[in-house]
Nanobody, 116 residues
Framework: QVQVVESGGGLVQAGGSLRLSCVAS????????MHWFRQAPGKEREFVAA????????SYGDSVKGRFTISRDNAKNTVYLQMNSLKPEDTAVYYCAGSTTSYMYWGQGTQVTVSS
C-alpha cells in the first residue's frame, strides 16, 4: 500500500504565497506520478499539477499556470506545490495523490483559504 499525507495549508491574503507538501510512504516504488488536485465547495475536483516521479516532467491546469510550481525531492519521497500570486478563487481543499498504472492513492487534503 501507499500512504499520502499533505500539509502546509492555511489562510493567506490575496497576492500571497503558500507552499504545500506531500509525503508518500509505504510501497512508493509503485508510484509513477504525483498529482495535486483541488476541490472548492460546490464544485468538482479540479486538476492542479502533476510531476513524473522519475523524469521530473510536469504539467499544470490552465488556471494555475505561471503561478504554481510543482517539484519533488525523491530522497524524501516528498512533492511540493509552491503557490504564488494567490487569488480568492484558489480557495479549496487541496489533495495530493500518487498514481500507479492501475490505482490512485489519495491523501486527506489540506485547506487553503485566500482572503480578498
Amino acid at each position: 500500500q501507499v500512504q499520502v499525507v499533505e500539509s502546509g495549508g492555511g489562510l493567506v491574503q490575496a497576492g500571497g504565497s503558500l507552499r504545500l507538501s506531500c509525503v508518500a510512504s509505504g510501497r512508493t516504488y509503485r508510484i509513477d506520478t504525483m498529482h495535486w488536485f483541488r476541490q472548492a465547495p460546490g464544485k468538482e475536483r479540479e486538476f492542479v499539477a502533476a510531476i513524473y516521479w522519475s523524469g521530473g516532467s510536469t504539467s499544470y491546469g490552465d488556471s494555475v499556470k505561471g503561478r504554481f510550481t510543482i517539484s519533488r525531492d525523491n530522497a524524501k519521497n516528498t512533492v511540493y506545490l509552491q503557490m504564488n500570486s494567490l487569488k480568492p478563487e484558489d480557495t479549496a481543499v487541496y489533495y495530493c495523490a500518487g498514481s500507479t498504472t492501475s490505482y490512485m492513492y489519495w491523501g486527506q487534503g489540506t485547506q487553503v483559504t485566500v482572503s480578498s
